[in-house]
């Protein structure tokens, strides 16, 4: 799996064995071509092939080499802008149904885990926490919009309460939910992979999508085969490229970097995170770490906008480990990597269709575990014919990144510089 040009991942060191899938090459023809081999595009995959559709899943490297391989693994509630924000664009009745639909994403998650018998080290329970004192009211206000929406199974705790729960001097209270949580996405990516074979999907690695030919009988060619069918979805988010350009304007590539220590005594473990939750805190450009099974602290956080990836995360992320956790400052560190994770401007998942033939979801905004999967099955819904739900999402506007493809970058620089300093300053 693991590319030697690249670090290694803590995920790819313990991925669960598989044989791999081969390249496509020859002509082949199915019902629909599945771009990407993430979360999104597994989940269209797996949704398409139960409602009895021929599938063929196309994957530029290997399954879930991108975002959905490499990220923090939360399983985190809602959308990346928050629900009011979606309230403001779509009404609070399809507000309401935009959170009911985060909800069953989170649910269908769980439900592959046990239907398919994925071993993902799944495990519930989420602190947000408060940075600077004046968070503490901004966690309150979370927590009365996330009851308004019906959730439940939240807590507020205070410094002292939180104190007992995290080995971290830092912050100021917590937003306990126990329904989020978090797992090992890559070994989840490899067990629906698993699991899209099992229902016919045909999947194929080292495969990229070099030219999409849209209208009513859609081919997507790869550099030695091609793909005739009624259907693409593209499903590529951040590594998509510019393999469909009518969406490529509206969304960011953005580097975000993780470390994995050491495997940590119980005692050193359980004194940093008492009972394993994910934890994430409030600033804009956040910091958002976890134990693993094997009781390593797996830390995240930062990110560049430059579209190159340090080889070495370690000078990045250490001196944010150490002021988080200062008595592990000097532990080792085993695994350090980066990638991309796609934004949009508004922070809210794009999802559409083109030509009524080609559809796409993208700019998940650093919520792709449970959103991305979410789209997936939108997507396949829609394409079965039960569109409903997928036109909901499609009503939200995107706007094209300002400053066309030379000015963009620097733009959203300055942006995040202010941001990164109003996080500094409180």
Same mark, same amino acid.
């Given at each position: 799996m693991h590319r030697s040009a690249e670090p290694l991942t803590y995920y790819q060191a313990t991925a669960n064995s598989y044989s791999g899938y081969p390249a496509l090459a020859g002509e082949h023809t199915a019902d629909v071509c599945v771009i990407g081999g993430g979360f999104t595009g597994l989940s269209a995959a797996l949704e398409l092939a139960v409602r009895g559709f021929r599938v063929i899943l196309l994957e530029a490297r290997t399954i879930a080499a991108g975002a959905s391989g490499r990220n923090g693994g939360q399983i985190c509630t809602g959308y990346s802008c928050g629900?009011?924000?979606?309230e403001r664009e779509l009404g609070r009745e399809q507000a309401q149904t935009c959170f009911d639909l985060a909800e069953k994403g989170k649910a269908m998650i769980a439900s592959n885990i046990a239907a398919y018998g994925i071993s993902c080290d799944l495990r519930w329970g989420y602190l947000h926490v408060a940075a600077r004192a004046s968070a503490v009211a901004e966690l309150r206000t979370m927590a009365d919009e996330l009851s308004s929406y019906g959730y439940d199974g939240l807590s507020l705790l205070d410094k002292a309460e939180l104190a007992e729960r995290l080995g971290s001097p830092l912050y100021h209270g917590?937003? #306990?939910?126990? !329904?989020?949580g978090h797992f090992h996405p890559l070994n989840y990516c490899l067990g629906v992979a698993a699991a899209c074979t099992e229902e016919g999907v045909e999947i194929f690695e080292m495969s990229p999508a070099v030219s999409v030919t849209g209208g009513s009988f859609p081919v997507v060619t790869t550099p030695n085969g091609r793909v005739s069918c009624k259907f693409v979805?593209?499903?590529?988010n951040a590594y998509l490229g510019n393999l469909v350009p009518e969406i490529r304007p509206r969304i960011m590539p953005v580097g975000s970097f993780v470390i994995a220590t050491e495997p940590l005594p119980d005692d050193i473990a359980s004194g940093l995170i008492r009972d394993e939750e994910a934890v994430a805190d409030t600033n804009f450009i956040l910091d958002y770490f976890r134990l693993t099974h094997d009781r390593r602290l797996l830390f995240g956080g930062r990110c560049t906008y430059s579209g190159v990836l340090p080889r070495d995360v370690e000078p990045w992320m250490r001196p #944010?480990?150490? !002021?988080?956790?200062?008595?592990?400052?000097d532990v080792r560190i085993d695994y350090?990597?980066?990638?991309?994770?796609?934004?949009?401007?508004?922070r809210m998942p794009d999802i559409g269709r083109i030509d009524q033939t080609i559809y796409y979801a993208q700019g998940f905004s650093g919520q792709g575990v449970v959103v991305g999967s979410l789209c997936g099955r939108l997507m396949a819904e829609a394409i079965a014919g039960q569109a409903g739900h997928f036109d909901i999402l499609a009503r939200i506007r995107h706007r094209p990144f300002p400053g066309g493809s030379l000015l963009r970058m620097p733009l959203l620089v300055l942006a995040m510089t202010w941001y990164r300093l109003r996080d500094a300053l409180g």
């Amino acid at each position: 799996m693991h590319r030697s040009a690249e670090p290694l991942t803590y995920y790819q060191a313990t991925a669960n064995s598989y044989s791999g899938y081969p390249a496509l090459a020859g002509e082949h023809t199915a019902d629909v071509c599945v771009i990407g081999g993430g979360f999104t595009g597994l989940s269209a995959a797996l949704e398409l092939a139960v409602r009895g559709f021929r599938v063929i899943l196309l994957e530029a490297r290997t399954i879930a080499a991108g975002a959905s391989g490499r990220n923090g693994g939360q399983i985190c509630t809602g959308y990346s802008c928050g629900m009011a924000r979606i309230e403001r664009e779509l009404g609070r009745e399809q507000a309401q149904t935009c959170f009911d639909l985060a909800e069953k994403g989170k649910a269908m998650i769980a439900s592959n885990i046990a239907a398919y018998g994925i071993s993902c080290d799944l495990r519930w329970g989420y602190l947000h926490v408060a940075a600077r004192a004046s968070a503490v009211a901004e966690l309150r206000t979370m927590a009365d919009e996330l009851s308004s929406y019906g959730y439940d199974g939240l807590s507020l705790l205070d410094k002292a309460e939180l104190a007992e729960r995290l080995g971290s001097p830092l912050y100021h209270g917590a937003l #306990r939910e126990s !329904r989020a949580g978090h797992f090992h996405p890559l070994n989840y990516c490899l067990g629906v992979a698993a699991a899209c074979t099992e229902e016919g999907v045909e999947i194929f690695e080292m495969s990229p999508a070099v030219s999409v030919t849209g209208g009513s009988f859609p081919v997507v060619t790869t550099p030695n085969g091609r793909v005739s069918c009624k259907f693409v979805v593209a499903a590529g988010n951040a590594y998509l490229g510019n393999l469909v350009p009518e969406i490529r304007p509206r969304i960011m590539p953005v580097g975000s970097f993780v470390i994995a220590t050491e495997p940590l005594p119980d005692d050193i473990a359980s004194g940093l995170i008492r009972d394993e939750e994910a934890v994430a805190d409030t600033n804009f450009i956040l910091d958002y770490f976890r134990l693993t099974h094997d009781r390593r602290l797996l830390f995240g956080g930062r990110c560049t906008y430059s579209g190159v990836l340090p080889r070495d995360v370690e000078p990045w992320m250490r001196p #944010r480990l150490a !002021r988080v956790f200062p008595q592990i400052a000097d532990v080792r560190i085993d695994y350090g990597w980066g990638g991309f994770i796609g934004i949009s401007m508004n922070r809210m998942p794009d999802i559409g269709r083109i030509d009524q033939t080609i559809y796409y979801a993208q700019g998940f905004s650093g919520q792709g575990v449970v959103v991305g999967s979410l789209c997936g099955r939108l997507m396949a819904e829609a394409i079965a014919g039960q569109a409903g739900h997928f036109d909901i999402l499609a009503r939200i506007r995107h706007r094209p990144f300002p400053g066309g493809s030379l000015l963009r970058m620097p733009l959203l620089v300055l942006a995040m510089t202010w941001y990164r300093l109003r996080d500094a300053l409180g």
